[in-house]
């Protein structure tokens, strides 16, 4: 299968590469002029900051200078070394994870450069859940879009959704294909057309007003209604991702339990956790089957 052109650093390739953090990291002992304070300033705060930092400014750049440098001698070594470049990427998602748990930051570009240099060590699992937690910052990103999706086609495991969800899907198109900043726009103006209309009413009666107010509330109803179920998906639903080569998926908590499933599991399958029991966890699969998996086989999104 030809892979789809990704757009990544501001020039088009065939497959998803590293993209790296566009903020500017000093060397060591040097004052950052001020464009560098200014990208710093965006990484650590303006694009998602985060949980208590335990890395100082100082070793945050360092580790993303090496990051960087890592990636440039991966992308070197892609055609003839493809061993190398695999450990340079896999040695590069590591600094960039400790930017994340160490330094505190959390950001849709953090999230998608780690995931595209787990792509490229052929780990699907972390690829696409780190992929997974940029959607949470830059949902509507198209590069992250299609970077998903073609790490979602390299699967071992087809998952599908079950008939019912995808007509909903397809007739409720706008909730997965609007930004929540678009749809709460879309509401505002819906619901300001419904009382302009109603107020026309007043002044005259017109059929044609009747109808745009009834148009307004119903498009207002469903955007608000969309938003209102996102944020009961953010409170409720939690995510999650194998990360594992593959997994026994069991009937219960327990490897004494039998397979839930004639196959395992494989590195990116996705999920819904239902239960937490220590070392296992009950999951919801996209088509509606439930089974148990070792919490060390699994990562959650968020």
């Known amino acids: 299968m030809t892979p789809c052109r990704l757009k990544v650093c501001d020039r088009t390739v065939s497959t998803p590469p590293p993209c790296l953090l566009r903020a500017a990291p000093t060397a060591p002992g040097r004052a950052p002029g ?76 953090l999230f998608y450069n780690i995931g595209n240099c787990y792509f490229h060590t052929e780990d699907l699992g972390r690829a696409i859940l780190n992929y997974r937690r940029a959607e949470q910052y830059t949902p509507n990103d198209p590069n992250l879009r299609q970077n998903l999706d073609y790490a979602r086609r390299r699967r071992l495991d087809r998952i599908e959704l079950p008939e019912r969800t995808k007509a909903l899907k397809t007739l409720l198109f706008f909730h ?74 069991r009937k219960g908590d327990g490897a004494s339990f039998e397979p839930a499933f004639t196959a395992p599991l494989h590195a990116g399958a996705e ?4 239960e937490d029991r220590g070392g296992w966890i009950e999951v919801a699969l996209d088509d509606g089957r439930h089974c148990w998996l070792p919490s060390q086989a699994v990562e959650r999104v968020r």
């Open 271 to 274: 999920f819904r956790i239902l």
């Open 176 to 249: 997965d294909d609007l930004t929540q900043r678009q749809r709460a726009l879309g509401a505002a103006l819906a619901w300001s057309l419904l009382w302009l209309c109603l107020a026309g009413r007043v002044l005259r009666r017109s059929n044609t007003l009747a109808w745009l107010a009834g148009l307004g509330a119903l498009v207002a109803v469903l955007l608000m209604g969309s938003l209102a179920v996102e944020w009961w998906q953010w409170r409720r639903v939690q995510p999650g991702v194998v990360v594992a080569g593959e997994v026994v998926a």
């Open 34 to 109: 001020l464009a560098a304070r200014l990208a710093l300033a965006l990484l650590l705060a303006g694009l998602g900051m985060a949980r208590a930092a335990t890395l100082d400014e100082g070793t945050i750049n360092d580790l993303y200078s090496e990051a960087k440098a890592l990636c440039r001698e991966a992308t070197a070594l892609a055609a003839s070394d493809p061993d190398g470049a695999r450990e340079r990427f896999g040695k590069a998602a590591l600094r960039l994870e400790r930017i994340v748990t160490e330094g505190g930051i959390r950001n849709g570009r």
